[in-house]
Nanobody
């Protein structure tokens, strides 16, 4: 069992920056692949960034070059640094954790409660 708590959301002006945190409780956090997802009203949840247990990262094209995902396994925390924010980044951001052995062999998905990010003047 893994419990996730997101924090760091808020209201920011376009061009501003924000850092989201995903704090995990549970064992062996370092072996989990962790992803940041976001969901805007009326839209489907989409993957924003992902980091594997080995540190490999992947980003959605819409945020590449602006967002950075990182992890501190000693603190059981994954971060999402968001720079050059745009109004279209406005959404509820969720943290997800899953053990991935291979693509076809994955453990349960764990989700946090989400944190609201609003980019507006």
């Amino acid at each position: 069992q893994v419990q996730l708590v997101e924090s760091g959301g808020g209201l920011v002006q376009p061009g501003g920056s924000l850092r989201l945190s995903c704090a995990a409780s549970g064992n062996n956090f370092g072996i989990y692949t962790v992803g940041w997802y976001r969901q805007a009203p009326g839209k489907q949840r989409e993957l924003v960034a992902q980091i594997t247990s080995g540190g490999t990262t992947d980003y959605a094209d819409s945020v590449k070059g602006r967002f950075t995902i990182s992890r501190d396994n000693a603190k059981n925390t994954v971060y999402l640094q968001m720079n050059s924010l745009k109004p279209e980044d406005t959404a509820v951001y969720y943290c997800n954790a899953q053990i991935v052995i291979i693509l076809s062999l994955k453990g349960n998905n764990y989700w946090g409660q989400g944190t609201q990010v609003t980019v507006s003047s």
